[in-house]
């Protein structure tokens, strides 16, 4: 089973900063098949990232995603005021399809 | 417009059981792949389980903290999704969401959620 760790836990940053979220994975991810979602209190997570660096369908181009094996980054170039929320990693080439443990990005 | 609506969830005792259901709308249903996927109060997401598409037989997968306890199924002429719960623990308490797996073809990350439905394990 692959275990994804994310970091940091807690991200404090201003709108209009740069924010960069890492997962790392115990075990390579196959084909880069790893997703990022976003999460707001009381919703459903909603998928913004696949194959590593592929943005969703309606994602503000301000979401990219990079890395390969067991490095991946989300990095948000400017934070907008909706895009403080949880956010999670997850691989989907091997079962157990897992999540990592979420990064809080908050208002500083 | 794809839309995933959970069933179902409420108050049961340890030892119990309940039957989830997912109605699926606006695609599909029976192209996906479909997941169960569940967030304790305050915590992570944690996969729970899946079944495969009629091309690859409707099989299923579970995670091991519920392998054994809980079933998934599906009925594609009611684009319906159903996880039937039975000896239920207090460790089992969460909203319980159902999402649509993005391909048609293998695994792949989840494009559609339901708004998730709470099941909570309590004497």
């Known amino acids: 089973e692959i275990v994804l760790t994310q970091s940091p836990g807690t991200l404090s940053l201003s709108p209009g900063e740069r924010a960069t979220l890492s997962c790392r994975a115990s075990?390579?991810?196959?084909?880069?098949?790893l997703a990022w979602y976003q999460q707001k209190p009381g919703q459903a997570p909603r998928l913004l990232i696949y194959?590593?660096?592929s943005r969703a369908t309606g994602i503000p181009d301000r979401f990219s995603g990079s890395g390969s094996g067991t490095d991946f980054t989300l990095t948000i170039s400017r934070l907008e005021p909706e895009d403080f929320a949880v956010y999670y990693c997850?691989?989907?080439?091997?079962?157990?399809?897992?999540f990592g443990q979420g990064t809080k990005v908050e208002i500083k | 417009e794809v839309q995933l609506v959970e069933s179902g969830g409420g108050l049961v005792q340890p030892g119990g059981s309940l039957r989830l259901s997912c109605a699926a709308s606006?695609?599909?249903?029976?192209?996906?792949?479909m997941d169960w996927v569940r967030q304790a109060p305050g915590k992570g997401l944690e996969w729970v389980g899946r079944?495969?598409?009629?091309?690859?037989?409707?099989?299923?997968e579970y995670a091991a903290s519920v392998k054994g306890r809980f079933t998934i199924s599906r009925d594609d002429s009611k684009n319906s999704l159903y996880l039937q719960m039975n000896s239920l623990k207090t460790e089992d308490t969460a909203v319980y969401y159902c999402?649509?797996?993005?391909?048609?073809?293998?695994?792949?990350?989840?494009?559609?959620w339901g708004q998730g439905t709470l099941v909570t394990v309590s004497s």
């Open positions: 079944t495969r598409n009629k091309a690859n037989s409707y099989t299923t």
């Open positions: 194959g590593a660096s």
């Open positions: 606006g695609f599909t249903f029976s192209d996906h792949y």
């Open positions: 999402a649509r797996v993005l391909t048609t073809v293998g695994g792949g990350p989840f494009d559609y």
């Open positions: 075990q390579s991810v196959s084909s880069s098949y």
């Open positions: 997850q691989q989907y080439g091997s079962s157990p399809p897992g």
